[in-house]
């Protein structure tokens, strides 16, 4: 198994900056695609940033210019840094990662989540 664990969420004023980390953890042979995604309450999960093996990055557009998703420099870990955070920026953010296992069977491992809230 391959487990993903986020760090880093908490409150945060409106226009102040946030970094999440996530790493995962287990059997893994490769890691592809990487990802951020964020609920808020009733709402569904949306994707906010996401970044390739081969760093190619796509961002929502309500964070572009705000949000950058970098790899680490452990083949498990990613980073969502997000500045100027807004109101509706607050929700639970949740990381996942896709890849092969040594057993070479695909993995698709989501996080417990963090909350993000920006709150004056």
């Known amino acids: 198994q391959v487990q993903v664990a986020e760090s880093g969420g908490g409150l945060v004023q409106p226009g102040g900056s946030l970094r999440l980390s996530c790493a995962a953890s287990g059997s893994m042979f490769t890691v592809n695609d990487m990802g951020w995604y964020r609920q808020a309450p009733g709402k569904q999960r949306e994707l906010v940033a996401a970044?390739?093996?081969?760093?190619?990055?796509n961002y929502a557009d309500s964070v572009k210019g705000r949000f950058t998703i970098s790899r680490g420099n452990a083949k498990n870990t990613v980073y969502l840094q997000m500045n100027s955070l807004k109101p509706e920026d607050t929700a639970v953010y949740y990381c996942?990662?896709?890849?092969?296992?040594?057993?070479?069977?695909?993995?698709?491992?989501w996080g417990q989540g963090t909350q993000v809230t920006v709150s004056s």
């Open positions: 996942n990662q896709r890849g092969l296992r040594h057993d070479l069977i695909k993995y698709d491992s």
């Open positions: 970044i390739t093996s081969g760093s190619r990055t």
